[in-house]
């Protein structure tokens, strides 16, 4: 082979050096940078997309940080498309490193991205396209499902075979992982012959191909013929000096003699679609099997570290996982390290193999490290076996102008994507928060979902915000879609609003839609969304939707005030849509099933909650928007029409409200809770007053006069319909909290009303008494008094405290 003489050694077979390989196997990579350095071929060939072949120099940047893919889209439909990943130990990355490093020219070979993403049926995305393509990580090679059907071939007729699997149960293993990594990951490349592994692992696979034929996976047949295309016109231009790296499974198959005209007519008619390529990051976690990615390897982090451990691979593997346990306040010391390498090393001895392997250190770490335990393990394998490494691209990358954007302004925000979760807590009153905030609800509303809002652990005031980031190498994906609505992600997400608002199905969609409209901040697109909105309330006449709607509009008139922005003409639609609910909805709660009736319920307590809030920012010509909701409250409450549920939860919001007193609260439930009422409908009372989650366990609690009621209609409810009730009830009381449940059953085992004086007889609940203890509340008022930064003398701070109270 050509360089043979300055190597002093060279390709001792005939043909093209064929270079088979496991793709993101560690062991394969090393032995590819010897096989290459010692024949120091004229040009590279390698398995993937030739339409990347203008990417190969960008990995020479400094700033391109494996693990990255090749990302190819479809044009006209951006969510058609494939990933080709590679990490630093991936054989295909090797192979373009050497070639750039040593100037040799350096091309794909692989079957067109142009006929893959047309191949692949109507609809898949980018996640069913890793399952799909053998070359997004060589499933071929591996022997993984490579999605056969989308080429419309009849491989799921055949057998599927997966050449690791056959070959270690042949050598007497029932583990292929562990096979091949006594194989090939603890030896080493040859032994002072580069080519012997190569030379081995081509006699097996075509020993497995003469057996099996395409092994079940027919549209390789169509890729090998475009390789041995590839491979015949390198020959024509460089001669004998071609290096081919490819999946071991393709090796038979290019090493096959087989005619021009054969190969091409296996190609002929094969459908195209146009299509980009790029270099996009890419991230260990989306390297693992658990992924979903069909060419997945179970340890990215552990093979990782083979790659690039100079030596004592298991003596650093356990020092860094020492490290870890230690940052999560785990006592681990060197003696530990050292009690672990001996443990790893006395189990690989005791199981026939090589070198301590994953399985070895896992078993050594979970007895000395980690006591046995599984859980500080799991902690291991997540961070360490398969690791939340996030590669990087240099900006010199193509891209679409939206991606440009977002790069841009996450520079600008300091807001670098990461491949491990976090989060990040937001205070909407600084500047660089307020436009992070807003970057991440725009991207939502793009479905980028870089992003999710969390409950915040701090104050849950409308100027703070928690969100959980994690960024996916499918997010670039979704970056080229949203690339067809605008240029900047300020563009796009507004242009999308307004074409979601036009399409939207109902008036829920609208109202939410207006909210990530205020969120995002996105003044151009909120005019067309309240205009649209203003059209759908007008028109719908269901209570039901226009319940469903009115939260939403009132949350969004929160964000007014911290965010700046104008919410005067989303007041005035939020106020006539409660208008309209005031008067429809009487007549929407009569004759509703049990379904019905608390699906109406549920409706009741959100209406509450947003006329609460919108009461004091409804204009003046809305009138007294609390009082009248009040009053169709008090409607609801003595209707008979109207089922149980929907009358005891309007009673307990006006109570709640203190619009009603609580002797009356008691007159109605107990008329309710009377002889002549079916025990059914009372029971259905019952749970619309202290059930939903409300809170009506404290109010029993407090109230032995209710609790009596309730116990008192209990026990005389008749046996035959005792088992219709009971479904209601419990529903209603698992609900409460365990203490306020065993605080009611105390009362109930001791009888209501029979509390009289606990401090005296000792017996009963501390702290329950029909009046207020004056004495022990007068002691709160000092430290409640310190806490408000109440000044003054204390006489005054204290009745303050009690007007306040």
Known sequence: MTGADESGSGWPGEGPLLLGVRHHGPGSARAVRAALSAARPRVVLIEGPPEADALIPLAADEDMRPPVALLAHAVDEPGRSAFWPMAEFSPEWVAIRWAV???????????????????????????????????AGGEQAEGEKAGQEAAGSDAGANIRVDPLAVLAEAAGYDDPERWWEDVVEHRGPGDGDAFAPFVALEEAMGALRDTYGSGGHDRDLVREAFMRLQVRDARRRYGDGVAVVCGAWHVPALRHRTTVAADRALLKGLPKVKTDMTWVPWTYRRLSRRSGYGAGIESPGWYGHLFGAPDRPVERWLTRVAGLLRQEDRLVSSAHVIEAVRLAETLAVMRGRPLPGLSETTDAVRAVMCDGSDVPLALVHD???????????????????????????????????????????????????????????????????????????????????????????????????AGVWGTTVLGAATAKAESDAAGAQGLADVTALAEHCLLADLPDALPTVMRILADRAALDADVGHLAQALPALVRSLRYGDVRGTDTAALTEVAAGLAERIFVGLPPACTALDPDAAEEM????????????????????????????????????????????????????????????????????????????????????????????????????????????????????????????????????????????????????????????????TGSGIPGFAPDLD??????????????????????TAGNDLVGVA
């Open 101 to 135: 490093e040593q100037d040799v020219p350096a091309h794909f070979i692989d079957l067109p991205a142009t006929h893959t993403l047309a191949w692949m049926r109507d609809g898949e995305k980018d996640a069913e396209a890793e399952k799909s393509e053998p070359e």
């Open 383 to 481: 961070r360490l076996v398969v690791g939340d490494v996030l590669g990087e691209v240099p900006a010199a990358a193509p891209a679409v102008p939206l991606q440009r954007d977002l790069d841009r302004t996450q520079r600008r925000l300091r807001l670098r994507p990461e491949a491990l979760e976090r989060e990040l807590e937001l205070d909407l009153r600084k500047d660089t928060d307020a436009e992070r905030s807003r970057l991440l609800h725009r991207l939502r509303l793009l479905g980028v979902a870089w992003g999710e809002p969390a409950s915040s652990r701090g104050s849950t005031g409308t100027f703070r915000e928690t969100w959980r980031l994690r960024w996916e190498p499918e997010l670039a994906v979704r970056v080229a879609e």
């Open 601 to 760: 319920r549920r409706h009741l307590d959100a209406v509450h909650g947003a006329v609460g809030l919108l009461a004091g920012a409804a204009p003046p010509a809305h009138g007294d928007l609390r009082g009248r909701w009040h009053t169709v409250l008090g409607v609801l409450s003595g209707r008979d029409t109207v089922p149980g549920v929907i009358r005891g939860r309007a009673v307990r919001l006006l109570l709640d409200s203190g619009e009603l007193a609580q002797d009356e609260a008691a007159r109605l439930m107990g008329l309710v809770l009377s002889p002549g009422t079916p025990p059914g409908d009372a029971a259905a009372w019952i749970e619309g007053f202290v059930g939903g989650g409300s809170g009506g366990g404290m109010l029993l609690v407090h109230d032995e006069r209710l609790l009596g009621l309730v116990d008192a209609w209990l026990t005389g409810v008749p046996a035959e319909a005792f088992t219709d009730v009971l479904p209601l009830l419990r529903r209603t009381f698992s609900a409460y909290e365990a203490g306020v449940r065993r605080t009611l059953g105390e009362l109930v085992r001791r009888g209501p009303g029979q509390r009289g004086n606990t401090t005296a």
């Open 774 to 795: 004056g004495e022990r509340a007068d002691a709160v008022l000092p430290v409640v008094r310190l806490l408000l930064g109440l000044d003054g003398p204390e006489e």
